[in-house]
């Protein structure tokens, strides 16, 4: 009875060593083929493209200097309705024009004890705006805006608030095909890795789309936009 017993533990011994051996094997065989699953390749593609801008806004300041204010004031309101004379006549749309407001500076009372006067005591400033999606139309008007310039008015600029500007308000009809490109060109590069490595690409885990910039082409062309976008993405790979 005792010699029974102990045959029945010995096969039963050698059921669990073989059990917790199929156990083991089928254990590392999953890990082995989950690493082999996860095995990726993560890339880049760019898609870069130039499109002109399709908004301008022309800021046009002059300022005039005297002595009588009452004079001065006449001066602006004659400088600010030859300014629009000039841009009608160029082509540009009145409903695109708006005019700032004048703003007067009184050198006397900013002398804060000097004895010594100024020539002139005012000092006015008015700025006038072009809004305009004609944007061929209103660099023409500004390189002729030099025909003003003979007739006695006097432009500033130099500064943040005279500087003209060049939108690009489109983004959302160039995103779909940007995109495409972006993400094809990173499968091209996903394709020419797994080649080189004896590898088979298979399926996207991830990818990411990085955020659209646009730019100034160059300093000398801000009408022109430089817009560029960056996708990655991730690719399974497999033997």
Known sequence: MQENS?????ILGVFILLGLSSLGYLIGTSAIKFKEYERTVTVKGLSEREYPANIVIWPIQFTTIGNNLEEIYSTVDGNAAEIKRFLIDKGINEKEIS????????????QYGSQERPEFRYLASQTVTVYSQNIDTARTAMNSLSQLGKKGIMFSGGDYQTVTEYLFTKLNDIKPAMIEEATTK???????????????????????????SIEDRDKN???????????TVEYYLSD
């Open 6 to 10: 102990k045959v029945g533990a010995f």
């Open 99 to 110: 005019f700032g407001t004048p703003s007067i500076t009184d050198k006397l009372a900013q």
């Open 186 to 212: 990173a499968r091209d590069v996903a394709h020419k890795f797994a080649s080189d490595s004896n590898s088979t690409l298979g399926k996207i885990k991830q990818a990411s789309q990085g955020q659209f």
């Open 221 to 231: 062309n801000p009408h022109i936009k430089k817009i560029r976008v960056v996708s």
